[in-house]
């Protein structure tokens, strides 16, 4: 069997040097012509054997790593994807992954997120600890690997760089990752190697592609080993004139021109043959025009089938043994494993396969279920189903990189729902906990105003009415006075029902703490009833003041104080009372 190149894939934080370091291991300005400096779409990269003979030449005769693969196929992605919408049935379609680490920003969210992915499809990978250039008082060594280039630098910038290094350390230990320095691992099965480097000047590149290679031939032998199927996974899906254009990998076998290929849909498998093949040139020097390809390499496909085609998808060379009806079933088990939900929860939509997995691993972790998982734009569909769901915090659509169709916005379903979208999945689910945090709290102050309000009253030496009704006056000392709750005493005597609260001479229903306001109670004698200074309290049955403890997180300090005392006068003839 032949060996392909691996495929390996650069991930990271927004910022942190991605694009940056695959253009110097390139050498070309790519990231430069980005809007922003943010990769927008996803692109691979050929380094040719005779290419990482030339670049990590110093590092592979050093540590006397033997060069046996064809080469290495970088794919770039964008920030916002995580690397999420490359994969394949079984894991990751990336062989191999570089995790991009600035040293002086350290784990941030998007990294957090890349470590669940990789371990969740148990990729191996290294750490590119970059930007060591930026450490302060650096004396850059392009000439010395990074191991020599740290061991150049003065003592205090040394220190520096040291206390960076492990507190990174520190920081990939509490994610369960246990990582050092590359040179000092002596089982790579173990432990994740950090090559020290910078995207800029140049240090440690030798290190990464030698670390790749070396990685790759060790541990990979089996996984980049080629049949003559040819299997591939479409990354983006372009349209000029009615025609499809893919943008595809082909990660195993051969794949010519006068080949029929079947490719993956929710609806049915559609099969097509091939108008044109173009393939990636090495170092990113665009495409040329193939009558056959080979993998692992990166291409652009131009079909004859004009039916809707879905990025993240698989496809397959149909062959007299590789029917069409074998292949469907691989696909029927591929796609029905990416769409298992659970029997409640949330809507969620994403732009592709890969994406959609990647955001329910991450909705999978942060214990939040999803009751129905698809692929494209938010469509009506997706806003009458949230829309009939049974617990008001799961009346959501989660968008990750998808819009939302304009046949939606005049929905009446859409007042019942929540849509959030974002195209960093971080941030979305974040904003997703935070609005589920806030709506069940909602939900929970809601069925509290259903409840009497909790009040504590002081009598005060007023009474304009001794009867028929009562008519007196009482200070707030606590809590929120309302209009027709009904009060008890400190002997748990009940005194009557407010039926009008009076403040500076007008009607109102509801009054705040610290106020002092005329109240009306029929059916009390004020003489015979009250005595002036004595507290009055809400009369709570034993259900209301258990629902008040089970929300005491929602209530102030002064209504747990009252709750307190309410429960200590009800308690003097049942001490079991509200517990």
């Known amino acids: ?49 005779e290419d990482i003979e030339k670049r990590a030449k110093t590092t592979l005769d050093k540590f006397k790593i033997p060069l046996e693969i064809p080469g290495l196929l970088f794919i770039d992605t964008p920030g916002h994807a995580a690397f999420t919408n490359i994969r394949k049935r079984g894991g990751s379609l990336a062989d191999i992954a570089i995790l991009v680490i600035d040293i002086n920003d350290g784990i941030r969210p998007q990294t957090q997120e890349v470590l669940q992915i990789l371990k969740a499809n148990k990729t191996p990978f ?42 990174i350390i520190g920081s990939l230990h509490s994610h369960g990752i246990t990582a050092d320095m590359y040179s000092k691992i002596e089982d790579f099965t173990k432990a994740v190697a950090i090559v020290p480097c910078s995207a800029r000047t140049g240090e440690g590149i030798s290190e990464i592609l030698a670390m790749i290679t070396a990685l790759s031939q060790k541990f990979l032998s089996n996984r980049i080993q080629t049949k003559e199927l040819g299997k591939g996974v479409i990354l983006e899906v372009k349209k000029d004139k009615a025609m499809n254009f893919l943008e595809c990998i082909l990660y195993d076998g051969k ?17 097509t043959k091939i108008r ?27 079909i004859m089938s004009k039916e809707e085609i879905l990025p993240g998808m698989p496809f397959q060379v149909i062959t007299n043994e590789n029917t069409l009806e074998k292949i469907q079933e691989e696909f029927a088990k591929e796609i029905s494993e990416e769409i298992i939900c659970d029997e409640t929860g949330i809507v969620a939509k994403a732009d592709s396969l890969g994406s959609l997995e990647a955001l329910l691993v991450l909705l999978k972790e ?34 990750f990189n998808v819009e939302t169709q304009e046949e939606i916005i005049n929905l009446d379903e859409l007042k019942k729902i929540k849509i959030l979208t974002n195209e960093v999945v971080y941030k979305l689910i974040e904003d997703l906990e935070k609005y589920q945090t806030e709506k069940v709290q909602e939900i929970e102050r809601k069925k509290l105003s259903e409840l009497p309000t909790i009040c504590k009253l002081k009598v005060l030496d007023f009474c304009f009415r001794n009867s028929s009704p009562a008519v007196f006056g009482v200070k707030i000392e606590a809590g929120t006075l309302k209009a027709h709750e009904r009060f008890i005493n400190r002997d748990d005597k009940k005194i009557g029902q407010i039926k009008e609260i009076q403040h500076e001479k007008k009607s109102i229903n509801k009054i705040e703490s610290g106020k002092e306001v005329a109240i009306s109670m029929p059916g009390v004698n004020f003489e015979r009833q009250i005595a002036v200074g004595e507290n009055l309290y809400t009369n709570l049955a034993e259900s209301e003041f258990r629902k008040f403890k089970e929300h005491k997180n929602l209530l102030s300090s002064e209504e747990k104080s009252i709750l307190q005392e309410i429960a200590q006068i009800k308690r003097r003839e049942n001490n079991t009372w509200g517990i």
Request: proline share 4%; charged share 25%; with cysteine.
């Open 1 to 49: 069997m032949t060996i392909r190149q691996p495929i390996v894939t650069v991930a990271g934080h927004v910022d942190h040097g991605k694009t940056s370091l695959l253009d110097k291991i390139r050498c070309t300005s790519l990231q430069e012509c980005e809007a922003g400096g943010i990769t927008q779409k996803i692109s691979f990269t050929t380094l040719p054997k």
């Open 126 to 167: 290294i750490i590119a600890l970059n930007k060591i250039d930026n450490v302060g008082g650096w004396k850059t060594s392009p000439n010395l690997l990074s191991l020599e280039a740290v061991e150049n630098q003065a003592t205090n910038v040394k220190l520096n760089f040291e206390e960076k290094f492990y507190t």
């Open 255 to 271: 794949l010519s021109q006068t080949d029929e290929i079947a490719i993956a849909s929710f609806e049915k498998t559609i099969s």
């Open 276 to 302: 044109n093949i173009q393939e990636a040139k090495p170092l990113n020097k665009g495409y040329e025009t193939k009558t056959e390809v080979k993998a692992a390499t990166g291409i652009k496909l131009q």
């Open 366 to 399: 942060a214990r939040i279920p999803v009751v129905k998982a698809g692929i494209g734009p938010i469509t009506k569909k997706d806003v009458y189903l949230a829309s009939t769901l049974e617990k008001e915090e799961d009346r959501i659509v989660l968008g």
